[in-house]
C-alpha cells in the first residue's frame, strides 16, 4: 500500500515538473499564460516563511538567502520590526504596507502636526533646499542662515540674505497698499547701550549709486529719519573712505529753491539745529567756505533778547590739541587750526596765550586735552582743567585714548616728572609723595576700589574701607623688587598689631611676620565659630609624626625623603625624637638618629612586640641657591631680632581741608553755569 502511494506521489511530481506553469487551488484550474506559477483561492491565502531577524545587516537564522528571497519577520530587534522583508544581496529590505507611513508629509495638506516635533527639514548638518523648475530657489544653511538665490552666505553673521541677478536685478522690494502701512520695516531691538547695531544698513559699491535711497515722488519727502531716543540721531550719514581727496560727503543736501537750504536743521526749543562730527586730523568737522568777496563762510547769531543768559553766537569744542604751536598763526583764518575757539576782538586779533583762552588741542601722543593755568606759582586755587556736571550719568571729566597702547589720563604732581606705562592704561599718576590720591568722605566709605580680569562682580565692606579690590585669581597682588633685609611685598597695620607679608629679615625670609598670634577658625560642635591657636617656638623648627611597632623588642623607623631634604641634623643640631609606647613593655630608648631616620630598642634586652607613636622635631635647612649659596638662615637663626613697626606719616586734617575748601571755591564759581551749558559738554562727549 505504501508503495503505491509513494509511486502515485512521483508520478504526480513528474508531472508537474514536465510543464511551462503551475496552478495551484482546490479546483482544477489552467495557470495564467503570464505567470509560472498561480496559487488560487477565494478563502485562503498564501503563507510565507515567518523567520526571527535580529538586524537587516544579518542573514541569519537563513544561511546564504538568495537575491530576492521573501520572508515574514516575526521578531522586533536591532532596526527590524515584524513585517516583510526581502534579501536584496546583502541586507533584508522592508515590503511597505499600504498605508500611509505615520511619518509621511502630505501634498494635499496636514492635520494635527505638533510645532516642536514636526517638520520639514533635515537632521543633520546639510543644507535644506527647495527648487522649482528643477533649480534651486532657496537655502536654509544647517547654521540657521536663509538664502534666497544664494547656495552660500556671503557673511557667517547675516541671517537673511537674497541675491539679485540679471531676472531679478532687485534683491528685496516691499510693498504695502496701506496709507499707515510701511513698505520695509527694520527694527533693532538690543537693549539699550553703545552698539553700532542698525534698524537698515545700505551697502552700495556702484560709481553714483546710494547706500539707501529715498524717493518721495510729488507729494513726501524723499528720506524722512526719526527718532525718541535721547543723545542719538534721526539720520545719520558716513562716508568712510580713508584715501584721496574726494568729495564724497556723509550727508549731502543741495536745494534749487530760492531761499531754501542744501541742508535745514531745526532744534526745537531744546536741541541743536545742526551738528556737525569729524574724527579726520586733516578736515574740520563742519567746513563752510564763501567764495563771494561779501559773504560770510560761517554766520552765527544769537537772537534771543539781551539779558544774562549763557547762549552764545558760535559753541566750540575740540578733541585736538596742538594749539600751543600753531596759535600765534590763528589770524590767517586757517581752518586747519584744529582748535576749538579762535577769538576775535574788534579788529585785532589776540595773540592768544593760553591763560587768554581754553583751547581743545591735538597732538600725536595721545593726550585728549590739555589744559594750562600759567599763574606764578603760589597757593591760589586756580585750575588747569574743570570739569562740572550736575547729571547721574554723566562725566565731570572724561579721558580716551583710541590707541591700543595710548593713556587716557595723565596727572603728575609736586611739579615732577611723570611717567606712564608704554602698554597704556586708563590713567597714570605720579607725585613726589603720594602719586594717585583717593578719600571717601562718608563713614562707612571705601577710598579706592579696584576690579581686574574683567569681573563684573565686586564687592566692597559694609564697614567702608582704605581700598577694596576684586580679581579672578589674585584680589591684591604686593611686589618688592629688593631681595635686601627689611623688604616686603606688603605691610598691614591696625591701631595696636601690624603684620609683615612675604619678606626678608636679618637674612631670613618670612612667609607673615607680627605681633599678634598665628591661629586659624574652625567650628565647635554647635557650628559656632571658635579660634585655635598655632604652636611657636624660638627656633625655625620642621615636624614628623608616625607609628611603628617593635618587633622582638626592636624597630627602625625610616624618615620620609622630603622631610630629611628639609631638615638639618648635626652634633650640634641633634634631632629630637619622643615616643609613646601604646603597649606593656620594659620601655624603650632611641638610637642612631641621623636624618634619613632612627632605632627604637627596648630596655633591659627585652622582646616585646608592641606599637608606639613617635615625634620628631627638628631644626630646617638653610635655603640655598643652585650655586650653594645661603638665600635664607634658618638652622642657627633662634630669637632673632623683630623688625620694629614701619614708620608712618599722617597725613593731617588740615591738608585735607585744603583739597575741600578748594573744591568748594571751584563748585561756588560755577553756580551760574546752566544745565543746557552742562548738556552741551555731554552731547559733545558722547557724539
Same mark, same amino acid.
Given at each position: 500500500?505504501?508503495?503505491?502511494?509513494?509511486?502515485?506521489?512521483?508520478?504526480?511530481?513528474?508531472?508537474?515538473?514536465?510543464v511551462?506553469?503551475?496552478?495551484?487551488?482546490?479546483?482544477?484550474?489552467?495557470?495564467?499564460?503570464?505567470?509560472?506559477?498561480?496559487?488560487?483561492?477565494?478563502?485562503?491565502?498564501?503563507?510565507?516563511?515567518?523567520?526571527?531577524?535580529?538586524?537587516?545587516?544579518?542573514?541569519?537564522?537563513?544561511?546564504?538567502?538568495?537575491?530576492?528571497?521573501?520572508?515574514?519577520?516575526?521578531?522586533?530587534?536591532?532596526?527590524?520590526?515584524?513585517?516583510?522583508?526581502?534579501?536584496?544581496?546583502?541586507?533584508?529590505?522592508?515590503l511597505?504596507?499600504?498605508?500611509?507611513?505615520?511619518?509621511?508629509?502630505?501634498?494635499?495638506?496636514?492635520?494635527?502636526?505638533?510645532?516642536?516635533?514636526?517638520?520639514?527639514?533635515?537632521?543633520?548638518?546639510?543644507?535644506?533646499?527647495?527648487?522649482?523648475?528643477?533649480?534651486?530657489?532657496?537655502?536654509?544653511?544647517?547654521?540657521?542662515?536663509?538664502?534666497?538665490?544664494?547656495?552660500?552666505?556671503?557673511?557667517?553673521?547675516?541671517?537673511?540674505?537674497?541675491?539679485?541677478?540679471?531676472?531679478?536685478?532687485?534683491?528685496?522690494?516691499?510693498?504695502?497698499?496701506?496709507a499707515?502701512?510701511? *513698505?520695509? @520695516? #527694520?527694527?533693532?531691538? !538690543?537693549?539699550t =547701550?553703545?552698539?553700532? %547695531?542698525? $534698524?537698515?544698513? +545700505?551697502? &552700495?559699491? /556702484?560709481?553714483?549709486?546710494?547706500?539707501?535711497?529715498?524717493?518721495?515722488?510729488?507729494?513726501?519727502a524723499?528720506?524722512?529719519?526719526?527718532t525718541?531716543?535721547?543723545?542719538?540721531? *534721526?539720520? @545719520? #550719514?558716513?562716508?568712510? !573712505?580713508?584715501? =584721496?581727496?574726494?568729495? %564724497?560727503? $556723509?550727508?549731502? +543736501?543741495? &536745494?534749487? /529753491?530760492?531761499?531754501?537750504?542744501?541742508?535745514?536743521?531745526?532744534?526745537?526749543?531744546?536741541?541743536?539745529?545742526?551738528?556737525?562730527?569729524?574724527?579726520?586730523?586733516?578736515?574740520?568737522?563742519?567746513?563752510?567756505?564763501?567764495? !563771494?568777496?561779501? =559773504?560770510?563762510?560761517?554766520?552765527?547769531?544769537?537772537n534771543?533778547?539781551?539779558?544774562?543768559?549763557?547762549?552764545?553766537?558760535?559753541?566750540?569744542?575740540?578733541?585736538?590739541?596742538?594749539?600751543?604751536?600753531?596759535?600765534?598763526?590763528?589770524?590767517?583764518?586757517?581752518?586747519?587750526a584744529?582748535?576749538?575757539?579762535? !577769538?576775535?576782538? =574788534?579788529?585785532?586779533?589776540?595773540?592768544?596765550?593760553?591763560?587768554?583762552?581754553?583751547?581743545?588741542?591735538?597732538?600725536?601722543?595721545?593726550?585728549?586735552?590739555?589744559?594750562?593755568?600759567?599763574?606764578?606759582?603760589?597757593?591760589?586755587?586756580?585750575?588747569?582743567?574743570?570739569?562740572?556736571?550736575?547729571?547721574?550719568?554723566?562725566?565731570?571729566?572724561?579721558?580716551?585714548?583710541?590707541?591700543?597702547?595710548?593713556?587716557?589720563?595723565?596727572?603728575?604732581?609736586?611739579?615732577?616728572?611723570?611717567?606712564?606705562?608704554?602698554?597704556?592704561?586708563?590713567?597714570?599718576?605720579?607725585?613726589?609723595?603720594?602719586?594717585?590720591?583717593?578719600?571717601?568722605?562718608?563713614?562707612?566709605?571705601?577710598?579706592?576700589?579696584?576690579?581686574?580680569?574683567?569681573?563684573?562682580?565686586?564687592?566692597?565692606?559694609?564697614?567702608?574701607?582704605?581700598?577694596?579690590?576684586?580679581?579672578?585669581?589674585?584680589?591684591?597682588?604686593?611686589?618688592?623688587?629688593?631681595?635686601?633685609?627689611?623688604s616686603?611685598?606688603?605691610?598691614?597695620?591696625?591701631?595696636?598689631?601690624?603684620?609683615?607679608?612675604?619678606?626678608?629679615?636679618?637674612?631670613?625670609?618670612?612667609?607673615?611676620?607680627?605681633?599678634?598670634?598665628?591661629?586659624?577658625?574652625?567650628?565647635?560642635?554647635?557650628?559656632?565659630?571658635?579660634?585655635?591657636?598655632?604652636?611657636?617656638?624660638?627656633?625655625?623648627?620642621?615636624?614628623?609624626?608616625?607609628?611603628?611597632?617593635?618587633?622582638?623588642?626592636?624597630?627602625?623607623?625610616?624618615?620620609?625623603?622630603?622631610?630629611?631634604?628639609?631638615?638639618?641634623?648635626?652634633?650640634?643640631?641633634?634631632?629630637?625624637?619622643?615616643?609613646?609606647?601604646?603597649?606593656?613593655?620594659?620601655?624603650?630608648?632611641?638610637s642612631?638618629?641621623?636624618?634619613?631616620?632612627?632605632?627604637?630598642?627596648?630596655?633591659?634586652g627585652?622582646?616585646?612586640?608592641?606599637?608606639?607613636?613617635?615625634?620628631?622635631?627638628?631644626?630646617?635647612a638653610?635655603?640655598?641657591?643652585?650655586?650653594?649659596?645661603?638665600?635664607?638662615?634658618?638652622?642657627?637663626?633662634?630669637?632673632?631680632?623683630?623688625?620694629?613697626?614701619?614708620?608712618?606719616?599722617?597725613?593731617?586734617?588740615?591738608?585735607r581741608?585744603?583739597?575741600?575748601?578748594?573744591?568748594?571755591?571751584?563748585?561756588?564759581?560755577?553756580?551760574?553755569?546752566?544745565?543746557?551749558?552742562?548738556?552741551?559738554?555731554?552731547?559733545?562727549?558722547?557724539?
Amino acid at each position: 500500500m505504501n508503495k503505491k502511494i509513494i509511486a502515485s506521489f512521483l508520478f504526480l511530481l513528474s508531472v508537474l515538473l514536465s510543464v511551462a506553469q503551475v496552478g495551484i487551488s482546490t479546483t482544477s484550474i489552467t495557470p495564467d499564460a503570464s505567470s509560472m506559477l498561480e496559487i488560487r483561492s477565494t478563502n485562503t491565502g498564501v503563507l510565507i516563511p515567518r523567520v526571527a531577524l535580529s538586524a537587516t545587516t544579518v542573514a541569519a537564522p537563513v544561511a546564504a538567502p538568495a537575491n530576492s528571497l521573501l520572508i515574514f519577520n516575526t521578531a522586533t530587534a536591532g532596526d527590524v520590526t515584524p513585517g516583510f522583508y526581502y534579501w536584496d544581496g546583502t541586507k533584508w529590505v522592508r515590503l511597505l504596507s499600504g498605508a500611509m507611513p505615520a511619518d509621511a508629509w502630505k501634498l494635499i495638506g496636514n492635520a494635527g502636526t505638533v510645532a516642536t516635533t514636526n517638520f520639514i527639514g533635515t537632521t543633520d548638518a546639510i543644507d535644506f533646499v527647495t527648487r522649482t523648475n528643477n533649480a534651486e530657489r532657496s537655502r536654509i544653511l544647517s547654521a540657521g542662515n536663509v538664502l534666497i538665490n544664494r547656495t552660500t552666505a556671503l557673511y557667517a553673521t547675516d541671517l537673511f540674505e537674497a541675491q539679485g541677478n540679471a531676472t531679478f536685478p532687485d534683491a528685496v522690494n516691499g510693498y504695502t497698499d496701506q496709507a499707515a502701512g510701511t *513698505g520695509v @520695516f #527694520g527694527g533693532n531691538t !538690543a537693549a539699550t =547701550g553703545a552698539g553700532a %547695531g542698525c $534698524g537698515v544698513y +545700505g551697502l &552700495s559699491a /556702484q560709481t553714483g549709486g546710494s547706500g539707501v535711497f529715498g524717493d518721495g515722488d510729488l507729494y513726501t519727502a524723499g528720506t524722512i529719519g526719526y527718532t525718541e531716543a535721547a543723545g542719538f540721531d *534721526g539720520v @545719520f #550719514g558716513l562716508n568712510a !573712505a580713508t584715501t =584721496g581727496a574726494g568729495i %564724497g560727503a $556723509g550727508v549731502y +543736501g543741495e &536745494s534749487g /529753491q530760492t531761499g531754501a537750504a542744501g541742508v535745514w536743521g531745526a532744534g526745537g526749543t531744546l536741541t541743536r539745529g545742526v551738528m556737525a562730527v569729524n574724527n579726520n586730523a586733516t578736515y574740520a568737522a563742519a567746513h563752510a567756505q564763501n567764495s !563771494a568777496a561779501g =559773504g560770510d563762510a560761517v554766520y552765527a547769531v544769537n537772537n534771543a533778547a539781551a539779558g544774562t543768559g549763557v547762549g552764545t553766537g558760535v559753541y566750540a569744542s575740540s578733541n585736538q590739541y596742538g594749539c600751543a604751536t600753531i596759535m600765534s598763526v590763528l589770524v590767517s583764518t586757517s581752518y586747519y587750526a584744529n582748535c576749538a575757539v579762535s !577769538a576775535y576782538n =574788534g579788529t585785532t586779533y589776540e595773540t592768544v596765550t593760553p591763560k587768554a583762552i581754553g583751547a581743545g588741542v591735538l597732538a600725536d601722543d595721545g593726550i585728549a586735552i590739555m589744559g594750562v593755568n600759567t599763574a606764578a606759582a603760589g597757593t591760589a586755587t586756580g585750575d588747569g582743567i574743570d570739569g562740572i556736571t550736575y547729571q547721574s550719568n554723566g562725566l565731570a571729566l572724561y579721558g580716551l585714548n583710541g590707541h591700543t597702547s595710548g593713556t587716557g589720563v595723565m596727572g603728575i604732581g609736586n611739579n615732577a616728572s611723570g611717567s606712564y606705562l608704554t602698554s597704556g592704561s586708563g590713567g597714570a599718576f605720579t607725585g613726589t609723595t603720594v602719586g594717585s590720591y583717593d578719600y571717601g568722605t562718608a563713614a562707612v566709605s571705601t577710598g579706592t576700589m579696584g576690579v581686574g580680569n574683567a569681573q563684573t562682580g565686586y564687592t566692597l565692606s559694609a564697614t567702608g574701607s582704605g581700598g577694596a579690590f576684586t580679581g579672578l585669581n589674585f584680589g591684591v597682588y604686593g611686589k618688592a623688587n629688593s631681595s635686601a633685609n627689611d623688604s616686603w611685598g606688603g605691610y598691614f597695620v591696625n591701631g595696636v598689631t601690624g603684620a609683615y607679608v612675604g619678606g626678608r629679615t636679618g637674612g631670613t625670609n618670612y612667609a607673615i611676620l607680627s605681633t599678634g598670634t598665628k591661629s586659624t577658625i574652625v567650628k565647635d560642635p554647635n557650628n559656632k565659630e571658635v579660634v585655635m591657636f598655632c604652636p611657636e617656638a624660638p627656633e625655625v623648627l620642621f615636624q614628623d609624626y608616625g607609628i611603628a611597632k617593635l618587633v622582638n623588642g626592636k624597630a627602625h623607623v625610616d624618615m620620609d625623603p622630603v622631610f630629611t631634604n628639609a631638615v638639618y641634623v648635626s652634633e650640634d643640631h641633634p634631632m629630637k625624637v619622643f615616643i609613646q609606647l601604646e603597649g606593656d613593655c620594659n620601655g624603650v630608648y632611641v638610637s642612631n638618629k641621623t636624618a634619613t631616620g632612627f632605632d627604637v630598642t627596648e630596655l633591659q634586652g627585652g622582646t616585646s612586640t608592641v606599637s608606639f607613636s613617635w615625634t620628631v622635631v627638628a631644626n630646617r635647612a638653610d635655603e640655598k641657591d643652585a650655586q650653594g649659596n645661603v638665600t635664607s638662615k634658618f638652622v642657627d637663626v633662634r630669637f632673632p631680632a623683630a623688625p620694629g613697626r614701619l614708620e608712618e606719616k599722617p597725613v593731617t586734617t588740615s591738608e585735607r581741608a585744603k583739597i575741600d575748601v578748594s573744591t568748594q571755591m571751584r563748585d561756588n564759581s560755577k553756580q551760574n553755569i546752566t544745565s543746557e551749558k552742562n548738556k552741551k559738554v555731554v552731547d559733545s562727549k558722547k557724539k
